[in-house]
């Protein structure tokens, strides 16, 4: 009957009412206490929030660098014109076209592989024009190629197409220089080195015994 007696056990009613009410919402949004939790004091209900609010900004940093897919997008043009261009110079180098196949790689648009020079070589050496075989070789050391691990293999097979061009004439020492300048800048030699070189020096002793 005391009136202050009754305006406590009031106060605590409505106080447990609204923390029901608080848990209630949490459990029925499954932890995303944004309604009544943010505003109130349920320091649980705010980290949950704030957790949840987190993960869309993570995937915008994620997703967002235009600096790199404009880097890979530009990489991915260059290795596509670089392929055309080593297929439309294998293409010459089967049929012996050396004039088209210097002219593709000389207006290719980028800085040519070890792997266009080679079937470009191949095409000088199939047409019989050691001359233009050779200044490609050279070239590729103007490029810097051999300083460059990912183009070795290429540049073995470069200089395997050039030695196999020099078998018509024959020319030994010419074999000589070319496998010392390999030596020089760290190309290795495979079993196709050796063979075209075995090739040219046959030609070479053939011919001087002819001259004999």
């Not at 000088?124 to 070789?137: F, S």
Request: charged share 30%; with cysteine.
């Amino acid at each position: 009957d005391n009136p202050a007696v009754l305006r406590v056990i009031l106060v605590e009613s409505d106080n447990d009412a609204s923390r029901d009410k608080l848990h209630g919402d949490g459990r029925a949004v499954g932890g995303d206490v944004e309604t009544d939790g943010n505003r109130g004091d349920n320091g649980g209900g705010s980290r949950l929030y704030h957790r949840d609010r987190h993960h869309p900004q993570k995937k915008e940093r994620k997703s967002s660098n235009p600096a790199r897919a404009s880097k890979g997008a530009k990489s991915s043009k260059r290795d596509a014109a670089i392929e055309k261009c080593i297929s439309r110079l294998r293409s010459c180098a089967s049929r012996g076209d050396a004039t088209q196949a210097v002219l593709i790689l000389r207006n290719l648009p980028y800085p040519p592989t070890s792997l266009c020079f080679f079937p470009a070589i191949s095409a000088c050496k199939k047409a019989g024009k050691i001359r233009d075989a050779l200044e490609l070789l050279e070239e590729t050391e103007k490029h810097q190629l051999h300083r460059d691990q990912d183009q070795m293999r290429g540049l073995t097979m470069c200089y395997n197409a050039a030695i196999a061009a020099l078998k018509p004439s024959g020319n030994i020492k010419l074999v000589e220089e070319l496998f010392k300048r390999m030596e020089e800048l760290g190309v290795k030699r495979d079993v196709y080195t050796f063979t075209a070189a075995i090739s040219v020096c046959e030609r070479g002793h053939y011919s001087r015994k002819l001259q004999e």
